[in-house]
């Protein structure tokens, strides 16, 4: 898979989530949860997203991790 499960991503559509499973041959297509909404606030519950299903969205880039203790991508999040 291109995105690791664990992996954080932002999508075109500005939001982040969490890889939780991979897209077999489509690599990259993984399923997401998408934890993070276009202005990176935390969303009260995450949605899953299978991207194979939603053509029009697509990972732009991997977003690095928090430092050690932090739940999300963000610092103070």
């Known amino acids: ?3 690791p499960i664990g992996s954080w991503v932002e999508l075109n559509s500005g939001e982040v989530a969490r890889v ?3 897209g ?3 690599f990259d297509r993984p399923t997401l949860n998408v934890l993070f ?3 990176k606030r935390p969303l009260r ?3 899953v997203v299978d991207l ?3 053509p029009h969205l697509k990972v732009v880039r991997i977003v690095q991790t928090a430092p ?3 739940e999300g991508p963000f610092p103070g999040f």
């Open 1 to 3: 898979s291109l995105y």
């Open 20 to 22: 939780i499973a991979s």
């Open 24 to 26: 077999g041959e489509a």
């Open 37 to 39: 909404d276009r202005a």
């Open 45 to 47: 519950e995450g949605q």
């Open 52 to 54: 194979r299903s939603k």
């Open 68 to 70: 050690q203790g932090q």
